[in-house]
């Protein structure tokens, strides 16, 4: 393997009016022909200032002050612009995230694509057109003729960065570089482009760089792997040998936290989870069942669109939570399990079904039995900045639903807001702050005090950690199971972090295009997933460990439209086993095995065997 | 191109109940205006019957509603009634006046986007350059000076001091004949009919009411084109662009087609403010336009040219905005129906 690019003693530095503030030091680093690095390091700690200076796109005030950059033994840091563009998309080429934003909005994605590959070889638009539909074509996107005419608004999030992936592989790169290649996309769609990523340098024989913060796509991906920290290399390491035995003081750190991502029972391989707690899953065992909490009978909603067309979000399900009980709902974004939620809590009303809580209808409800109703059943919101007032101190925010709920005494009501915040991990004097004057981390903790604040039997939290860092979202959960344990309230927990649920919740319901298609006892569910859906789902699951590669169990594309749903069996035009009866049957949710439901003409549930 | 067509036949339809609420606002705006119409005609000494006869003679003593709907029928067939000042039709004093009004707005927007666009482009390209700080100058004062200041001081540098200019008096200089009347604008019926010397001599005496109008209402364009191009130069998709190798010629392509539409909605309101700056610049260079005529007839209390002009400039702006619209459509592929 020759080395293709190489990074000598890279500095850059903030230069600013008064002070000088190096960003990068030193920092050397290469890629050989055909090899994967990963470089891997938290927000703020310069790999994206290390990507922007290897293809010469710092802008002031950030500057290069020394070092090498040197592509085949070129020094970038010495081309005119002119060589530069001439080298930019044709010998390294970079794919950014957040794909919507990185594409022209008001050109087309033919277009966008025929000028990439017209920027560096001399053909008619017609024929670099026929070339962009072959590109299109090979980074799996259906009908790659019609959708040149497509405009970024036109496709979903996963759409958008394969067309992204297409145009950085438009002219056979010798080096591909790739930043956060999965940050906001679904994960059986994120295993999808990577696999692509991996599929097309390897294809062109070229070097794949791959920026990321997530260790589990660098234990999948790559065979090299360098961590950043404060803008220096702290360790340089093949991927197993880093995963097995890391040297450096902050990449155990990183291991350490990225271990909470990591399932108990595949504990043995390594490192153990430390952020959150270590005892194996049911660890309070559940009252034994008596009449459920929550009862969701034939449950419906459809949201009417343009043109008399409707949109399924909810399609016909059921389940129950007993008392005392956490139940994960989960599913990718577009499944409909935000809609259940808000159901539930009749923030917006069912089509059709019913709901039952403590044995009493909920679901024709109306003034002050709702009200009522409330207290008991209460909701924490994804981003805990939206979700509060930011005019209304933190102590008024938490008192607010005691003093609409309860005829607690103003001074009854000043103690019970104390002890919730201490109940919470919070200090009493944050009673007075205002939402701006605290973190993310610390006004979910707030979101959750006062949905805890009336003694509810149900809180339905909704994406309670998706705007939060990796580190404050394994906090929450702690904080999340405590509470649970102490309370024993039940929790309907809707995520699509995988790990999380399998954290915190007794049983975990799947939801693909609003219907469920499995639900069972979480543990034995995540070892022995039965359901097409939830085999894809769970195996996209990156984790954190070489050892532990992720075994491909691959949908195609991406969830269809809720708008026009396929018939039969909403997965039979993405499942691997779909047979010809999928498109015609539609599946029931049925017990197939004791504790475990699952909707699926095809598959029955193995046994779980005990370890 | 159906999609499209769907659209402007939506919004041209759209433009229909538009321009019917703007005939119900300034049939209504002219009744709630001091006066009435009666005791004029009739004059100070009329009795009381004499009043009713002429009260009745205007169809006063109609409903309301019965009075709109003459109105609407009245206007439609272009009837506006006549001028007690021209003693004209007002149709006619509008048809000669009109076309000389059209052609200082469309001229002034002409050339504020020719020069504006450009320059608010070059300036966000090479920002914190001389000619950075420069505009920034100048939009800071074009904006703080009403236009007719900008008028005089244009008169006393050009016409008083320098006598580069023609005098103020219209148009044409003294003694040049009208061109035969094909659209009604001087220069382009003399360059129609290829008439040279009343060409120049309608060229000469429009430069400086299309140079104040230009110098007040130009900085919007300007101003509007710099920062949407500089937004559009640092957007997230121009580092994918540059990442690419897409040459720099074809990067500014994609910044400016980004940029545009801001600057076409800005274009709209322009020339609205300069059917309003027309008004006061018409006067000081005596243009004998539509807004020297809507001054004159305010201050003699003329109402049916009153009327007229206020339904004429409402019209226009309709259709400005119903053009901004469809010019909108074909940049941005996000607009829907």
Redesign the interface.
């Given at each position: 393997m020759t080395t293709l690019l190489e990074v000598r003693d890279l500095t850059v530095a903030f230069v600013g009016d008064r002070t000088t503030r190096a960003v990068l030091s030193g920092v050397s680093l290469s890629v050989a022909d055909g090899e994967v690095l990963g470089v891997v390091g938290e927000s703020g700690s310069g790999k994206s200032i290390l990507l922007a200076a290897i293809?010469r796109?710092l802008q002031p005030p950030w500057q290069v002050l020394g070092g090498q950059v040197l592509l085949r033994g070129e020094n970038l840091l010495e081309q005119d612009?002119r060589r530069l563009?001439?080298?930019?998309?044709?010998e390294l080429?970079?794919a950014?995230s957040?794909p919507r934003?990185?594409?022209?909005?008001?050109?087309?994605i033919g277009r966008q694509l025929s000028?990439?590959i017209r920027?560096?070889r001399p053909i008619p638009h017609a024929a670099a057109l026929a070339a962009a539909a072959e590109l299109l074509k090979s980074v799996n996107i259906p009908d790659p003729v019609l959708r040149l005419q497509a405009?970024p608004?036109e496709l979903s999030g996963g759409m958008c960065q394969r067309v992204?992936l297409a145009?950085?592989i438009?002219?056979a790169p010798k080096l591909l570089i790739v930043d956060e290649p999965t940050s906001g996309l679904d994960v059986t769609v994120s295993v999808q482009i990577l696999d692509l990523m991996r599929n097309a340098v390897r294809k062109l024989n070229s070097g794949l760089l791959v920026v990321s913060r997530d260790l589990g796509v660098v234990a999948n991906y790559c065979e090299r792997v360098v961590v950043m920290n404060a803008g220096r290399i702290v360790e340089e390491a093949e991927v197993r040998r880093f995963f097995a035995t890391p040297q450096n003081v902050y990449s155990r750190k990183l291991l350490h936290a990225a271990a909470a991502a990591r399932d108990a029972d595949l504990a043995s391989s390594g490192a153990s989870p430390v952020l959150l707690r270590t005892e194996p899953q049911p660890e309070h065992p559940l009252p034994s069942a008596s009449e459920p909490l929550l009862e969701v009978r034939d449950l419906m909603k459809r949201f009417p669109v343009r043109d008399g067309r409707v949109l399924t979000a909810v399609n016909d399900i059921s389940f129950a939570i007993g008392r005392g009980e956490a139940v994960g709902l989960v599913g990718e974004s577009g499944s409909g399990k935000s809609t259940v939620g808000r159901c539930v809590l009749r923030l917006i009303e069912p089509t059709s079904g019913t709901l039952w809580f403590k044995g009493q209808e909920i679901s024709k409800l109306a003034g002050t039995g709702l009200r009522k109703l409330r207290a008991k059943l209460q909701m924490v919101f994804q981003d805990p900045f939206d979700s509060l007032d930011p005019r209304q101190s933190l102590s008024a925010a938490i008192e607010e639903p005691l003093s609409l709920t309860t005829d607690m005494t103003r001074g009854d009501r000043k103690a019970r807001v104390a002890d919730l915040l201490q109940l919470v991990g919070l200090s009493r004097d944050a009673a007075s702050l205002y939402p701006h004057q605290m973190s993310a981390g610390e006004l979910q903790r707030v979101g959750i005090a006062r949905a805890i604040a009336t003694q509810p039997d149900l809180v339905v939290f909704d994406e309670p950690t998706s705007a939060l860092d990796v580190s404050v979202r394994a906090d929450i959960l702690n904080l999340l199971r405590d509470l649970q344990q102490r309370l024993g309230m039940s929790y309907l927990f809707i995520s699509h972090d995988l790990t999380a649920v399998r954290r915190l919740c007794h049983r975990t319901a799947i939801m693909y295009l609003g219907k469920l298609v499995e639900v069972g006892e979480t543990e034995e569910l995540f070892r022995t997933p039965s359901h097409p859906y939830s085999r894809a789902l769970l195996s996209s699951v990156l984790y954190p460990d070489p050892a532990q590669r992720r075994s491909p169990f691959l949908l195609s594309g991406e969830i269809p439209s809720p708008i026009d749903l396929p018939s039969g069996c909403a997965l039979h035009t993405r499942c691997p086993m779909a047979t010809a009866d999928c498109a015609r049957i539609e599946p029931a949710l049925e017990e197939k095995a004791p504790g475990r439901q699952l909707s699926c003409i095809n598959v029955a549930p193995e046994r779980s065997k005990t370890q | 191109m159906k999609r499209f067509i769907v659209f402007a036949g939506k919004r041209v339809l759209f433009a229909v109940p538009q321009l019917l609420a703007v005939s119900v606002m300034v049939f209504f705006l002219i009744r709630l205006l001091p006066g009435d119409p009666t005791y004029m005609l009739a004059g100070p000494y009329a009795t009381v019957e004499r009043i009713g006869e002429v009260r009745s003679s205007l169809g006063l003593d109609q409903p309301l509603l019965t009075q709109y709907a003459g109105y609407l029928k009245r206007t439609l067939t272009g009837d506006f009634g006549v001028s007690w000042r021209t003693s004209q039709p007002v149709l006619l004093d509008i048809q000669q006046r009109l076309p000389a009004t059209l052609e200082l707005v469309i001229g002034a927007v002409v050339v504020s986007v020719l020069i504006g666009v450009p320059l608010g482009v070059a300036v966000a390209v090479n920002r914190g350059g001389i000619a950075d700080r420069l505009v920034f100058v100048y939009g800071m004062l074009a904006g703080s000076l009403p236009d007719f200041w900008i008028g005089l001081l244009l008169i006393l540098v050009f016409f008083f001091a320098l006598q580069w200019a023609p005098p103020p008096v219209g148009q044409l200089d003294f003694g040049v004949p009208s061109p035969d009347h094909i659209t009604g604008a001087y220069i382009v019926d003399a360059a129609l009919s290829g008439n040279w010397e009343v060409f120049w001599s309608a060229a000469g005496n429009i430069v400086l009411p299309l140079a104040t109008l230009v110098i007040v209402y130009m900085p919007l364009v300007l101003k509007t084109a710099r920062s949407s191009m500089e937004e559009m130069l640092d957007a997230r998709f121009m580092l994918q662009a540059k990442a690419s190798g897409l040459s720099r010629w074809t990067q500014l392509r994609y910044a400016l087609r980004n940029a545009l539409p801001p600057v076409v909605t800005v274009t709209g309101i322009v020339c609205w403010f300069l059917l309003g700056g027309a008004v006061l610049v018409e006067t000081i260079f005596a243009w004998g336009g539509l807004g020297q005529y809507a001054v004159e007839s305010v201050i003699n209390s003329d109402y049916a040219p009153i009327q007229a002009v206020v339904l004429i400039m409402a019209v226009f702006t309709t259709l400005v905005f119903l053009i901004v619209d469809i010019v909108y459509y074909l940049l941005d592929p996000r607009i829907s129906v």
């Open positions: 293809l796109l612009e563009a001439a080298l930019r998309g044709k080429a970079l950014l957040n934003q990185h594409l022209n909005p008001i050109l087309t000028d990439v920027a560096h405009y608004h992204i145009l950085a438009a002219n | -």
